[in-house]
C-alpha cells in the first residue's frame, strides 16, 4: 500500500512514522531525486501529516481537521512552499528574505521565526532548491543549520551539487 498514495516511498514514511512516533524529527532534510519521482509531492503530503491535529498511526493525515483542511487548500498559515517564480531563473532573495525594503520582516526565513498558529510546528518545503540563487542559498544556509525549534525545512531538488 502507497503512503498517502504515493508509490514507492513507503521506507522513507516508515522512517519518518518512527522519527515522529519517538518526538526525534529534525529540523532540516534534503529529497534529491530524477523529476517526476514524487518528492514534492511527499514533502507537501509529509507537512499536511506533521501539522494534522490527529494524524493516523503511520503518520497519515487525518484530512479532517481545520490543519488539514487548510493544507489541502494551501491556506495552512504554518507550511510555506517556496519555489521558482516562472518568469525567473533561479529563485530570488526576496522569497527567502523579504524585498530590499523588508529584509528580515518578510520572507520564507521570517515567517519560520513566528510561533505556529495552528500547533506545534511550522514546515517549509522548498521546491526546486537546486535553483536557488547563490545569494539566496548563502542567506538560507543559517536558517538551515540552526532552524527553529518548532520548525521542520524540507529542501527538494534533482541534484546534490
Known amino acids: ?10 521506507a522513507i514514511a516508515a522512517d519518518f512514522a518512527r522519527a ?3 518526538g ?27 501539522t494534522c491535529a490527529a494524524p493516523r498511526p503511520g503518520l497519515v493525515a487525518c484530512n479532517a481537521c481545520t490543519s488539514c483542511v487548510q493544507a489541502e487548500a494551501g491556506s495552512h498559515p504554518d507550511i510555506d512552499v517556496v519555489q ?13 528574505i523579504g524585498d530590499a525594503d523588508h529584509r528580515m520582516r518578510e520572507g520564507l526565513c521570517w ?10 510546528r ?11 540563487s547563490d545569494e539566496a542559498a548563502n542567506c538560507l ?5 540552526e532552524p527553529p525549534p518548532e520548525a521542520v525545512i524540507i529542501l527538494v531538488g534533482t541534484a546534490l551539487e
Not at 84 to 96: C, F, M, S, V
Open 1 to 10: 500500500m502507497a503512503w498517502q498514495g504515493i508509490e514507492g516511498h513507503d
Open 20 to 22: 515522529h512516533a519517538s
Open 24 to 50: 526525534r524529527v529534525a529540523g532540516t532534510y534534503l529529497f534529491i531525486g530524477p523529476p517526476g519521482v514524487g518528492k514534492g509531492t511527499f514533502a507537501r503530503r509529509l507537512a499536511k501529516a506533521l
Open 84 to 96: 521558482k517564480p516562472e518568469e525567473r531563473a533561479t529563485i530570488p532573495l526576496d522569497l527567502l
Open 111 to 120: 515567517r519560520l521565526l513566528l510561533k505556529p498558529a495552528l500547533g506545534g
Open 122 to 132: 511550522k514546515v517549509a518545503v522548498i521546491l526546486d532548491a537546486d535553483l536557488l
Open 141 to 145: 544556509l543559517k536558517t538551515l543549520e
